[in-house]
């Protein structure tokens, strides 16, 4: 399966995964990528996060193969700066948010587009998020919320993020998604779209049919890329449902440089 590195392709989650909880990636794990990169193989990121949340980190580390973003929505060619693939929520999405933001004030929400993270519902977990992501938010009322979306991600306290959960499923909604992407973070996404179904789109895209593809992931939104590569492999900090997704799981944690021993993995079965 790994016999030529120059056919292997590395993708992995970001937060919890490559990124430890400090958000700077270790240098143990950069050297990692750069000495895998060198050798022919191909590295790239498969995030939850915004385009806008993710550039931070170009600079750092080398990602020499499209990304994929927003959990799924888009595929993203960082070195030429395109879109090789989109999808987007349905219209409905928009009054589906609104619905739940007025049932649900205590609930923050951001939508992520293109050319940025609106955010019609600002609350301390919201807050947060986006100095986590160090994005600038852009407020807008939940009547005003922009065409176009990849996702909305709606944020609450984790011990109170059960009851968001109950009341979502309680609607019954067609036609969308949710997933639960971090003990405070709960998404909306387009049907049957994920990391997972992204994943294949870019392989065919890609002309990567003969490629080995080792997806790294950390959470349930991970989960259909797990299963979608030909090797999953989860860290030791992974939920037990990705971990049941993956076929191989760590005994070090993203705390711990996940990645780089994933790296010492591939180069072990050449």
Excluded: W
Excluded at 13 to 42: H, Q, Y
């Amino acid at each position: 399966m790994f016999e030529d590195i120059q056919k292997v392709l590395l993708i992995t989650d970001m937060d919890g995964t490559f990124l430890p909880e400090s958000k700077i990636p270790s240098e143990k794990n950069l050297a990692a990528v750069d000495r895998f990169i060198k050798d022919g193989g191909k590295f790239s990121i498969a995030t939850g996060r915004s385009l806008q949340a993710s550039q931070q980190y170009f600079e750092s580390v080398v990602v020499n193969c499209p990304a994929i973003m927003c959990n799924g929505g888009m595929v993203y060619d960082i070195n030429n700066k395109k879109q090789i693939y989109d999808v987007y929520l349905p219209d409905k999405a928009k009054d589906i948010t609104k619905e739940i933001l007025r049932d649900n004030p205590e609930v923050g929400c951001e939508v992520l587009i293109l050319d940025g993270v609106y955010v019609p519902n600002m609350t301390e977990m919201e807050r947060q998020h986006c100095e986590i992501c160090k994005v600038t938010p852009i407020m807008c009322t939940p009547d005003t919320i922009p065409d176009h979306l990849y996702k909305v991600l709606f944020a609450r306290e984790p011990e109170y993020i059960g009851e968001l959960i109950k009341y979502v499923e309680s609607r019954n909604y067609t036609d969308i998604d949710f997933v639960v992407s971090s003990p405070r973070y709960y998404e909306m996404l387009p049907r049957n779209i994920s990391k997972g179904s992204a994943l294949a789109i870019m392989r065919k895209a890609c002309s990567m049919e003969d490629y080995t593809f080792v997806a790294v992931g950390d959470y349930n939104n991970d989960i259909e890329m797990l299963r979608y590569a030909d090797v999953g492999i989860c860290p030791s900090n992974a939920t037990d449902d990705a971990k049941a997704a993956a076929d191989i799981v760590l005994d070090v944690s993203c705390e711990e440089d996940a990645v780089a021993a994933v790296i010492d993995h591939i180069y072990s079965q050449l």
